[in-house]
């Protein structure tokens, strides 16, 4: 019987897109999800591109009883760990449910594995870890540092994952440290669904694009870049999810190791040249205004590729316009 992948945030945004990715990979699937940030209905989506429905269960990764009986009833032989929250402003104002979901959440699910000798690990990690960086483009040996809430649990987390690997070698922990994912499957059926007002650059072009709102305030034009917006290495989601796939098959054929890696594309694109982009892809108007920085931002992200290149023998195939020709999409289809 083939081994299951357990998919934690495997209806979120990047979760889905893997699921796919694994489903296409001959793997089979369970998603744990509490549904906090997305929504049941994309278990049909993920049916409906792939052909196959992922097993699922509602529930919180920081239920030890639930995870114990989801080890105890699945022959699970990987967990690829995606839940947890994100947004960078709500982690200030909520710094306590952070590092609850995120940090305590994550420690349960590690005590779990190890209780059930299930010890491969592919970890959502951020290139937020980086800090503001001192070189470009970055590489995975870079100094760390956490500006936010929401960074800390994601450093905190690669350091425990790195305790562990220590003290029980048996550990396979690929530690994925994402640029800035966007887009969405190519069929339009899965994106990313912000709830309210999006924080991100890409959905709220989206949302303009769309007419749902009026226009993009591109935070600050005085930053040290070509065009003096802020520039960030965007990645595709479906490079990302195969990207997931590449680090799980690199842990099942490696002595055990952990493995932190950039799934970046090695270019930066500025906000100026995203909005151009979309506007390309819409066909529609995107109007912008110059606002102030926002404050914790820094000017410009690129990942240095050359590890998961040589590890994974994984690079970042679709550029910008495929990002947001995928994205436009998807976002036609809502509302
Ligand atoms: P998402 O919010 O779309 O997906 C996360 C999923 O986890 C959601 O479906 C949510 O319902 C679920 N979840 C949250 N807390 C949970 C809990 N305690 N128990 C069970 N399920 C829970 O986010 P995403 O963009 O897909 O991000 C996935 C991971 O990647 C996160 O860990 C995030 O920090 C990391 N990441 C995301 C980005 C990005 O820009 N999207 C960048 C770097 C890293
Ligand atoms: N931006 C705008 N207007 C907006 C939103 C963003 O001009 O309405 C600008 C930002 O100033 C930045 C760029 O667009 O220059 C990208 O901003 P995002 O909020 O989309 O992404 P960030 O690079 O700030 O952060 C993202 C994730 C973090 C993650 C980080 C690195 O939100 O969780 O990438 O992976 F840590």
Known sequence: ????ILVTGGTGFIGSHTCVELIAGGYQVLVLDN???SRET???AIEQ???ARPGFIRGDIRDRALLDSIFKQHDIGAVIHFAGLKAVGESVARPLDYHDNNVAGTVTLLQAMQQAGVRSLVFSS???VYGDPQQLPIPEDHPLSATNPYGHTKLVLEEIMGQLSRSEPGWRIALLRYFNPVGAHPSGLIGEAPQGV???LMPYVAQVASGQRER????GQDYDT????GVRDYIHVMDLAQGHVAALRYLQDNEPELLAVNLGTGRGYSVLEMIQAFARSSGRDIPYTIAPRRPGDIAACWADTRLAREKLGWTAVRDIQEMCDDAWRWQARQS
Request: proline letters at 7%.
């Open 49 to 51: 591109i792939s052909g």
């Open 35 to 37: 549904l906090s940030n």
């Open 226 to 229: 070509p065009d003096g917006t």
């Open 42 to 44: 994309v278990l049909d």
């Open 126 to 128: 951020s290139a937020t």
């Open 216 to 219: 993009v305030q591109v935070f």
């Open 198 to 200: 999006p924080n991100n």
């Open 1 to 4: 019987m083939t081994r299951k």
